[in-house]
């Protein structure tokens, strides 16, 4: 069966510094995958999607890349500010309508 | 606009006794889902409904869960006898369409955590 792996140990980055999170899939060739960040208490908000081809996307300070060789994505946050501090999905569709879930990463920025 | 919202955000029920949880997803979104986190685990798809069509049960634990959306806005997820490995935070998200090829995201509510004691 399909298998997301996160990096499931908190992941701590000094202020300023980039943030890399992992995400590992298996048994799967997904057209897209979408990475959503989620605060204690809230529920995830998305972030971005990536596509089977589509090497690297940007938005502000986020960069996803995408190696369907590897079967993995990276999520980085360059810059990294204490607000960044999060727990980080990553989602893969699964049929035409359902989401398959990593555990998630939590991101520490430590001022 | 409003964004999912999710009533109640706490509940603390005693085993043995029924729920009830409810989702107002985004005006306009056809489609809604339920999602049960436990601490440290991803996202358990629960159910889906789309539109007027059946919904797709298959993520449901146990027959003592249900679901129903009313007039393909407000839905509600029945939990009856709980038990304590059904305490968890359960999700409500809603989508302006399917993810499919399309890669729509899907907005969350903030949840209710549900403790069974």
């Known amino acids: 069966s399909q298998k997301i792996e996160q990096n499931s140990e908190a992941l701590n980055i000094q202020e300023g510094k980039t943030a890399t999170l992992t995400c590992n899939y298996t048994?799967?060739?997904?057209?897209?995958l979408q990475w959503y960040r989620q605060d204690p208490g809230r529920g995830p908000v998305f972030l971005l999607l990536?596509?089977?081809n589509e090497k690297e996307k940007r938005k502000e300070r986020l960069k996803v890349t995408f190696d369907t060789t590897l079967k993995q994505s990276l999520f980085h946050i360059t810059a990294s500010q204490p607000a960044d501090s999060a727990t980080y999905l990553c989602?893969?569709?699964?049929?035409?309508?359902?989401?398959?879930w990593g555990a998630g990463t939590k991101l520490i920025i430590k001022p | 606009g409003a964004g999912v919202s999710q009533s109640p955000s706490n509940k603390v029920t005693e085993k043995g006794k029924d729920v009830e949880l409810r989702c107002d997803p985004i005006s306009g979104h056809t489609a809604l889902y339920w999602y049960r986190q436990s601490l440290g685990q991803g996202l358990e798809f629960l159910i889906y409904?789309?539109?007027?069509?059946?919904?797709?049960k298959s993520g449901l634990p146990s027959d003592r869960f249900s679901a129903e959306r009313t007039g393909g806005s407000v839905s509600t997820l029945t939990i009856q006898r709980t038990q304590q490995e059904d305490s968890a935070v359960y999700l409500c998200a809603s989508t302006l369409g399917l993810p499919g090829l399309a890669g729509y995201e899907q907005y969350f509510g903030p949840g209710t955590r549900l403790t069974v004691t």
């Open positions: 409904f789309q539109g007027n069509s059946a919904p797709d």
């Open positions: 989602a893969l569709p699964w049929g035409n309508y359902q989401l398959i």
């Open positions: 048994n799967y060739s997904p057209a897209y």
């Open positions: 990536i596509r089977e």
